[in-house]
């Protein structure tokens, strides 16, 4: 039996294996959490062999549940976490230090210095993005300065820098036994160090960060047959004919494919991406310009995005550091509990402000607070933060666009939270569309491989399959919907210019 598709999803709370059929319908999955690991503030870090051990685990889970060997398997799509740096020696196969994750701030004063020569859009025009610790670049140089024997060991050529999907492609295809070390457009254009326009690493950028060219991946297109898996008692022999950044992965899986075509995943953050097409479109209202995809030898497509840091991670907070309710999902009948947020506003700047705001200085706040405000409220407020966000981010795309968006489609773990939808839809005063198949980012990865290897024919073969779930149709009054999001503004501005000296001395981060 042919015609299945393997995605391997390597997010940044967990690494998924899942199971397609020709179909896009789901016929296994397997999932393992990894360990967050945060030294300090502003510091968090995965153990790369830890993801590994756990992507191993999964493929051969999912392939045992599902009763399908190898030749059942036509190809391989990867997708990933996207930015999260990990350095490795190619000849143990060792990482020199833990992965520095894409929400890491360590890199700050790095990045403060840089923009303090030329302002934070001083790369924008070669690399699409804004100066921030956010995207790869400044971790690389990071571990190079500090883990130990690092710079001369790169110097030498032993090094090698990859994004997850590089990591998990270089050891499914053998590792130090000749692993492939590759990359795909999309990935690539998340590092600061490649040129929107040849698709290809920036000797100028590698410069500024003093990271030598022999430690940078191949860049593939995002569907094409790269290797194979080589991995003993693990899948040998299924091509790997696909990568795709876990947020273009499911604006491909949307079936998102042209210009204009827009989704909204609520993951672990959000983030929000509009095709353009073939065109390199630059915002001025603080999106950011990447790579949607590229099939084979076709030109690559572009898209403008908007990310969001936290709007999930906030849920797993209260869960997590608070302790306010005990299951990601249990938020919804908290947050139901009562009427309205109480007047309580919740800004979750923890790694700054993202889009559209670029604001590094930015933290947390909780505001509005009075003796009236209680553990549902606060649930409440942390769902709302994630619909106010959005909205924040599609006001830049509307102001760019020059035109209105007639709907969202969403997808992601939070979009199964109704209460949220339609909070969501009240407040765009549109409506939301979520899809039956809300695991888009692993169907992403499937359609990539899955072109790449005959199973399916075309991009419009593709866009049958989508179906719709639920429509949430917007129902608060418009003075209502602008009177909540000014509110919103209004918190937002407490939370900006909160990171100075003194925080910075207190915290012991001067760099
Ligand atoms: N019912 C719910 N209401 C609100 N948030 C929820 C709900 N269920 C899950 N979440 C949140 O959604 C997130 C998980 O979504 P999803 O599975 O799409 O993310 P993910 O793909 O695992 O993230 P990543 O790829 O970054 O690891 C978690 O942050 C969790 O707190
Ligand atoms: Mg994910």
Redesign the pocket.
């Known amino acids: 039996m042919t015609g299945h598709v393997l995605a391997i999803?390597q997010?940044?709370?967990?690494t998924r294996a899942i199971v397609f059929d020709h179909d896009g319908h789901i016929v296994s999955t397997a999932q393992r959490e990894h360990q967050q690991i945060m030294p300090r503030a502003g510091r968090v870090e995965h153990d790369a062999v830890e993801i590994w051990t756990n992507t191993e685990w999964v493929v051969s889970t999912v392939l045992s549940q599902a009763r399908l060997g190898a030749s059942a398997i036509s190809g391989v799509g990867v997708t990933n976490?996207r930015e999260t740096a990990i350095v490795w020696d190619r000849r143990t196969g060792r990482p020199v230090h833990n992965a520095l994750v894409w929400q890491d701030t360590r890199t700050q004063p790095q990045v403060d210095r840089l923009a303090a020569e030329g302002g934070i859009d001083r790369f924008a025009d070669v690399t699409g993005l804004p100066l921030a610790t956010y995207f790869s670049a400044s971790k690389v140089a990071w571990i190079l300065e500090h883990a130990p024997g690092a710079r001369e060991a790169a110097e030498a050529g032993h090094l090698l820098f990859g994004t997850p999907d590089t990591w998990v492609v270089w050891n499914l295809t053998g590792g130090s036994r000749g692993g492939i070390h590759v990359t795909d457009v999309t990935n690539a254009s998340r590092t600061l160090l490649m040129d929107l326009r040849t698709l290809d690493w920036s000797d100028d950028m590698l410069a500024v960060w003093g990271i030598p060219r022999t430690m940078m991946p191949q860049i593939r297109s995002s569907s094409d047959v790269l290797g194979e898996v080589s991995v003993p008692g693990v899948a040998r022999g299924i091509p790997i004919a696909g990568i795709l950044g876990?947020q273009q992965a499911a604006t491909f899986g949307q079936a998102a494919f042209d210009a204009g075509e827009s989704k909204n995943?609520?993951?672990?953050?959000n983030f929000l991406l509009v095709g353009t097409g073939t065109e390199i479109v630059r915002s001025q209202h603080g999106l950011i310009t990447t790579v949607a995809y590229r099939c084979g030898d076709e030109p690559a497509h572009y898209a403008l995005e908007g990310s969001i840091a936290v709007t999930?991670?906030l849920?797993?907070w209260l869960?997590d550091n608070l302790g306010i309710i005990q299951r990601?999902?249990d938020?919804?009948s908290l947050a139901a509990s009562v009427d309205d947020n109480g007047g309580a506003y919740f800004v979750p700047a923890f790694s700054g402000l993202f889009a559209p705001y670029w604001r590094p200085d930015a933290r947390g706040a909780l505001v509005g607070l009075t003796r009236y405000v209680n553990k549902a409220h606060i649930a409440r407020a942390a769902?709302e933060s994630t619909a106010f966000q959005t909205r924040d981010v599609i006001e830049a795309v509307v102001a760019d666009a020059g035109r209105d968006l007639s709907e969202l489609r969403v997808d992601?773990?939070?979009t199964?939270?109704d209460t949220?939808m339609q909070f969501q839809a009240d407040i765009l005063g549109i409506p939301v569309v979520r899809p039956q198949v809300v695991e888009t980012?692993a169907l992403g990865a499937a359609y990539a491989a899955g072109l790449a290897t005959g199973v399916w024919s075309s991009r419009d073969e593709l866009r049958e399959h989508w179906r719709e779930d639920v429509r949430f149709e917007p129902r608060m009054p418009e003075d209502e919907r602008a009177r909540r999001y000014r509110m919103w503004k209004k918190a937002v501005s407490k939370s900006l210019d909160w990171v100075d000296d003194d925080a910075r001395q207190l915290a012991g981060t001067t760099g």
């Open positions: 999803d997010g940044t709370t967990s976490q876990d995943t609520y993951g672990t953050g999930g991670s849920v797993q869960r990601s999902e938020v919804e769902l992601g773990g939070m199964r939270n949220l980012t």
